[in-house]
């Protein structure tokens, strides 16, 4: 199934209630996965700020929170790492950044895999239909929700993830030069995320990317559990 950047984000009032909790879930383990990491490598500051938690109250932006509510677009507060704690800084700063993305993969697997084993041993099947359709219809967001987190936040582009990574991937002179565009590059960014270009960008991500990835997950926990 094909769809375009902005219907993607065009939920309907009763889909946003699963929206909602998805988002919550995903960007709430996506920044305490950054925090853990980062103080499992030695560096205080995440547990000082207060961000060593899954109590999404830390993590929420209230800007971004809004954004989403009427744009369907929005962020979490992106965890502080002071990576001059780092025994290897470079090194330790691409496993922090990745574990964000990395923690919706895991997010979406385990409620796949939640999910097979409850319909397996007949416990949704045996709901009346409008709890059924809600169970279904909130473990299927969340898996959804999460893999397109994990690619999106993969895109090369400031304040993702995956620009950061790269930050850490160059020589430290491309890395200053990146520094001197970062401001442009967030405005593209925005532009890309808010406007139909970003089809073009983002729409072998929905089109591509996330379907195959659910059919693959799916796919090795049917092997799993056959």
Avoid at 3 to 15: E, K
Avoid at 180 to 185: L, M, P, R, T
Wanted: glycine share 8%; net charge neutral; proline share 6%.
């Amino acid at each position: 199934m094909t769809m375009d950047f902005l219907s993607y984000f065009s939920a309907t009032l009763n889909q946003l209630p699963f929206l909602l909790t998805a988002v919550l879930i995903g960007l709430t383990v996506h920044e305490f996965a950054h925090a853990f990491v980062a103080t499992r490598f030695g560096d205080p500051t995440p547990r000082n700020d207060g961000r060593l938690t899954l109590n999404p109250a830390a993590h929420l932006d209230l800007m971004g929170t809004l954004f989403f509510i009427f744009f369907h677009f929005g962020w979490a507060r992106p965890v502080l790492v002071d990576r001059r704690h780092f025994r290897r800084p470079r090194l330790y700063s691409i496993l922090v950044t990745f574990a964000g993305p990395f923690s919706n993969l895991l997010v979406a697997l385990v409620t796949m895999a939640l999910w097979m084993v409850a319909t397996a041993a007949g416990l949704i099947e045996g709901m009346s239909a409008q709890v059924g359709y809600i169970v279904n219809t909130l473990f299927g967001t969340i898996v959804h929700i999460n893999v397109l987190l994990f690619f999106f936040n993969l895109y090369p582009f400031p304040p993702l993830d995956g620009y950061r990574i790269v930050e850490d991937l160059v020589s430290p002179r491309l890395r200053a030069k990146m520094g001197q565009y970062e401001q442009w590059g967030i405005f593209v960014f925005l532009i890309l995320a808010i406007t139909p270009l970003g089809q073009f960008v983002f729409g072998p991500m929905f089109n591509y990317a996330i379907p195959m990835t659910i059919e693959a997950m799916g796919n090795l926990l049917s092997l799993l559990f056959a």
